[in-house]
Each structure stands twice: as structure tokens, then as C-alpha cells.
């Protein structure tokens, strides 16, 4: 049996949508409107590729997109707060921008979405990253994942109204709810592309760790989730799998014979009783496989054995509760057990009460436009942040964790090295290189520290290089 990593968990990547609706004449494309919400980052930082004092990463990505890479987290709930810190720090800066560009003159609003699709089709992910045993052959791993993946979005989908455009590849679907916002736009099982031919799971062999004894599982497939308990769900679920996999459990093969055909014929099948074929000739339903992963789950909880750190079993109880209790609503037809804990029933209960009030049509530009404002990020504007406070979505973590969050790196990863070494460095003069494995001084009498595994928070030599790298710093303030 396989070493069972129960620290796996890393982080998450949010790709944010912006646009800008402006009071003058002229429209600011998705350029414009980064440049002016990175302004101030750039001012301070000279670049638009940073690390928070969170030890969090700040960036604009490729595409114009904002985007926010959670510090290394071990723990459940710790990722679910520090990924909620990413829509507090954009949103921030936004506000910013809307004053910046009011003093120019130039009135309006900065919007920023925390969804997965654009009003032309462009798509932009939510990344999640697991670091799993190096001993795992990555092609076994893939093969048991894939089927849990291409149907978890039956319990953590972002949901979205679909209409697809003629001649689109998805023409044929024709108008409707889908689960899920990504279905659509992964075109592999496996790949190290990213954008050209995206896939479920991302093969690039990049650990950010010790290459000798871990590989960075990256699975680009997952929406983006404004709900703390689907994104609870979301990943908690994915790592039990991940556990059980690696202790080499043994679990029902549902190898599905063609996974991009199946994942998006999943996507609009709000029953999960869609037959699909898989690779030995069977068929079996995407509740099915989900009821097969979540059975194993269950036993493999009564028997994990924890490290004393890394997630919890008290938290993982709750995530295989609410995965049952999904699960249990298709097989009845009726989602009210879970209205306010998954996104995608949320949002489509959201959708449905007004298009009956006002008796719209799903192709209504209106109910486009809800289906967006739902990802809105802004607490004042974004529907979901409004449902929160009427009672109708649930929150998981603390407000003011999230808000602590925002200035303190994870206490339990080397993130928290990194935390020291960025406040020192912004009250000195001398310029610095990080990543994530390592802090450097440059420039003459610098030097160097690397940090190769995620889950070390202190050591002798780690106090050592670091109290040294301090000193230097120490002695060039700003």
C-alpha cells in the first residue's frame, strides 16, 4: 500500500471575467480596464506579477484576465477561506479603479466575475492543485479520476443558461440549464496543453516541491464556485478520492469510452440518469459512478488515519454528508434539501423564480444577465452575496478569518516563511525575487533560501537562511 499524503492539498487558481460599463462614450476593452485595475500594483510593485503579503499570488494572466493563486494550504477549511480572500482583494482593487477613473472624469463601473465563460465564448478556469506521491504513475491515477471528475459536476457545477450560437460544436444541444460552465470547453481527458486543446487533467510536471517525492496533480476542469460549501464539496470530495487512490483502494471501473462526449451530455442532463457507454462495452448513469465513489468514501473515512494535520475528519464528514445528500436529491427530482449549499441549484432556483414572475423565456437577454450578476463579486452588486444575506445561501467560514486572511499567510505551510520575507522586503530598499519555492536578496551581498517542501514550516536551517535573508534586508530600509 501507498504512502497516504493527507496534507495533499495545495491550491486553488481563479481566473477572474472583467468587463466595464463606463458613463462617457467610449467602452474600455478588457486591456484597458486590467491595465487601470492593476495600476496600483504596478506603481508599487513595478510589475503586475506578485505575491501578496498572504503569501497569496496576485497576476494578470494571459487574456486579460486578473487572476489569484491561493497560498499552499493543508487544510480544507484554511483553502476555502484564503480562496474567498481572492474576491476580497480583486474587489478591492476594482473600487480603487472606479475612483481612479472618476478623478479622470471618467464615470462608471469595474466589474469582475468569479464564473468560467464570457458573453463571446471565451473561457478561464478555476485550477485546482493536489500534490500527490511521486511513486503514483500519473496514467493509472488518470484513469480511476477521470469518471469521478467528467461527473462530479452533478455536485459542485457553477450552473449556466446555455444558448448556443448556430454552427457552434454544441449547436445541437440547443437552448437550456447546464451544470456546468467548463463542460464545454475541455477537448482532451489528459494533456499538457492548457488553452489550444484544454483538458480535464493537465499533465505539465511542474510539483512547485521536491520532484523526488511529489507530483502536482493540476486538474483544470472544475468551475468556478461563488458558494463556500460547494467549494467545500468540490475539493474535499476530490480528495478523499485522491486518498483512496493512492492507499490503493479498490474501486468499480467505470473507464468511460469517450469522456468529452460524456462530460458535456452530463451537463444537461439535470436527472444523472443519462446512459453512458464506457470503454468494455457497459453502460452506467453519471449518479451511478457518483454513488460508486461516494459508497467507497464513505467506508474509507471509517478508516482513515490522519497525520495530525492536513484536513480533518470532522470536515471531511460534512463533505461526504452533503455529496449524499446531492446525490439523494437526483434520485427524488427535488433540490430544496440543498438550495442554498450548491451553486448550481441555487442559481437555477434563482433563475426559475424570476423567469415565472416575469415570464421569461431561458433565451431572455435578462436571464443572461442574472445568470452573470450571480458571479459579480462585488457584495454590494453580485446577486450571490445578496442571497447570502436574505439567508438563501449558506456561507462556511468566518468573515473575519476571511478578512485576517487577507494580510496573514497560512500559519501551517511554507507559506508562512514567505509571509515573513514579504514584509521585510517591502520596508527595504533592496529588490527581491519569490516563488513558490524560493526567497531571494539580489544584488550584491544577497542570497538565497529555497523551500522545497510545502508542508515545512520551520527548521534549523529554514530560521537560519531566513534570519539571515532578514538581516540584509534589515540593513537597506526604504
Known amino acids: 500500500m501507498s504512502t497516504v499524503h493527507t496534507r495533499r492539498i495545495t491550491g486553488l487558481e481563479t481566473e477572474f471575467g472583467i468587463t466595464s460599463v463606463l458613463d462617457s462614450h467610449r467602452r474600455l476593452g478588457p486591456d484597458e480596464v486590467a491595465r487601470h485595475l492593476f495600476a496600483p500594483v504596478v506603481e508599487e510593485h513595478r510589475s503586475s506579477n506578485i505575491y501578496w503579503p498572504n503569501a497569496s499570488r496576485v ?23 484564503y480562496d474567498r480572500v481572492g474576491e476580497v482583494i480583486f474587489n478591492r482593487l476594482a473600487v480603487a479603479c472606479e475612483e481612479s477613473l472618476a478623478r479622470r472624469g471618467v464615470g462608471g463601473r469595474v466589474y469582475l466575475l468569479k464564473n468560467n465563460t464570457d458573453s463571446v465564448g471565451n473561457s478561464y478556469g478555476c485550477h485546482e492543485n493536489y500534490l500527490v506521491g511521486r511513486e503514483m504513475p500519473l496514467k493509472a491515477l ?112 467505470f473507464e468511460l469510452s469517450n469522456e468529452i462526449r460524456s462530460i458535456r451530455e452530463i451537463a444537461r442532463d439535470l436527472t444523472g440518469a443519462a446512459p453512458l457507454e464506457l470503454r468494455d462495452g457497459r453502460t452506467v448513469t453519471a449518479l451511478e459512478i457518483q454513488r460508486a465513489f461516494h459508497s467507497a468514501a464513505a467506508e474509507w473515512l471509517t478508516r482513515r488515519e490522519a497525520e495530525g494535520t492536513g484536513t480533518p475528519d470532522d470536515q471531511l464528514a460534512d463533505v461526504l454528508d452533503l455529496w449524499g445528500r446531492v446525490l439523494d436529491c437526483f434520485g427524488t427530482g427535488d433540490f430544496s434539501a440543498v438550495d442554498t449549499e450548491i451553486d448550481w441549484v441555487i442559481k437555477k432556483k434563482l433563475l426559475d423564480a424570476v423567469a415565472e414572475r416575469n415570464g421569461l423565456e431561458i433565451t431572455d437577454p435578462r436571464i443572461a444577465q442574472i445568470d452573470l450578476t450571480y458571479h459579480d463579486i462585488n457584495p454590494e452588486r453580485g446577486l450571490f452575496r445578496l442571497l447570502v444575506r436574505r439567508g438563501a445561501a449558506r456561507t462556511l467560514v468566518d468573515p473575519q478569518a476571511v478578512e485576517a486572511a487577507t494580510r496573514q499567510a497560512p500559519a501551517t505551510t511554507r507559506a508562512a516563511v514567505r509571509g515573513r520575507f514579504l514584509a521585510a522586503a517591502r520596508a527595504s530598499s533592496r ?24 508542508f515545512l514550516v520551520t527548521s534549523p536551517e529554514i530560521e537560519a537562511g531566513l534570519d539571515d535573508l532578514l538581516t540584509v534586508l534589515a540593513e537597506s530600509p526604504a
Open 59 to 81: 497576476y494578470l494572466d494571459v487574456g486579460a484576465h486578473p487572476e489569484y493563486a491561493t497560498a499552499e494550504c493543508d487544510s480544507l477549511h484554511q483553502l476555502v477561506t
Open 142 to 253: 488518470s484513469a480511476q479520476l477521470l469518471p469521478f471528475l467528467v461527473t462530479r459536476q452533478l455536485i459542485c457545477g457553477a450552473g449556466k443558461v446555455s444558448v448556443p450560437s448556430p454552427g457552434s460544436p454544441n449547436e445541437n444541444f440547443g437552448p437550456g440549464f447546464c451544470l456546468s460552465q467548463r463542460a464545454d470547453h475541455v477537448w482532451e481527458g489528459v494533456s499538457s496543453a492548457t488553452t489550444r486543446s484544454r483538458p480535464i487533467i493537465n499533465t505539465r510536471d511542474e510539483p512547485h516541491a521536491d520532484s523526488s517525492l511529489y507530483r502536482r496533480l493540476h486538474v483544470i476542469v472544475g468551475d468556478s464556485n461563488m458558494s463556500e460549501t460547494t467549494t467545500a464539496l468540490k475539493v474535499g470530495s476530490t480528495l478523499l478520492v485522491l486518498e483512496m487512490i493512492e492507499a490503493g483502494v479498490e474501486l468499480p471501473d
Open 431 to 454: 529588490t527581491t525575487t519569490v516563488d513558490w519555492t524560493r526567497l531571494k536578496v539580489n544584488g550584491e551581498g544577497g542570497g538565497e533560501l529555497l523551500l522545497p517542501d510545502p
